[in-house]
């Protein structure tokens, strides 16, 4: 049985500046009392091509936690564009964030983000130089790609064997070929579910 439950992340999709904070307001159920963290990242991916250019946004930590319903609102600052290769700062890209417990993974979430030039002229014509004000921001809300890990809450060293490392871009950019294994559930592209697709 999880001791923690997400079960519920509320983005804003409208177009937001590329330099604006990303906001993301998070709900989950404590199930029973733990005496130990939950540690929460937050990671942009700054090319489809090469991990090197990840941005680690955000990573904290929160506990011990008492049986409940919880909520925050996690509040980043934007990815330093600088750091983004200048031909992967437009078009599509992703955030993730993760949450482990006893640094084993067993929730993660990962959004589709399209950036790109807001005035005609820049559209159309794409400038040499990066103008980063010009820039919007839009994340994709309603096709979240979610994963939950079965993990060993007593003892999560028992679920070191259960959990391999998983490549960001190979998770959010790449088709899967074998079937994940029987320890997550994964959900793909179901924007119907875009209010309850957190429900366990």
């Not at 590329?18 to 989950?28: A, H, L, N, Q, V």
């Not at 890990?149 to 998770?171: G, H, L, M, R, V």
């Amino acid at each position: 049985m999880a001791f923690v439950s997400i079960t519920n992340i509320v983005v804003d999709d409208k177009p937001q500046p590329f330099t604006s904070p990303i906001t993301m307001d998070i709900y989950f159920d404590v199930i029973i009392d733990i005496e130990d963290e939950i540690e929460w990242t937050l990671l942009y991916i700054g090319s489809p091509k090469d991990e090197e250019h990840d941005q680690i946004l955000d990573q904290f930590s929160m506990g011990p936690l008492t049986k409940g319903t919880k909520q925050f609102t996690l509040e980043s600052n934007p990815p330093d564009w600088k750091k983004i290769p200048q031909e992967e700062l437009l078009g599509i890209t992703a955030f993730i964030l993760t949450c482990s417990y006893r640094h084993r993974e067993f929730f993660r979430v990962g959004y589709y983000v399209y950036n790109t030039y807001t005035s005609p002229e820049n559209i159309e014509n794409d400038p040499q130089e990066v103008i980063i004000e010009d820039i919007a921001r839009q994340i994709f809300n309603n096709k979240p790609r979610i994963t939950r890990f079965e993990i060993d809450w007593n003892n999560p060293a028992n679920s070191e064997a259960q959990q391999q490392p998983i490549e960001t871009k190979a998770y959010m950019f790449k088709e899967q070929q074998d079937k994940q294994s029987t320890d997550a559930t994964e959900y793909y592209d179901a924007p119907h579910q875009i209010q309850n697709v957190f429900d366990s």
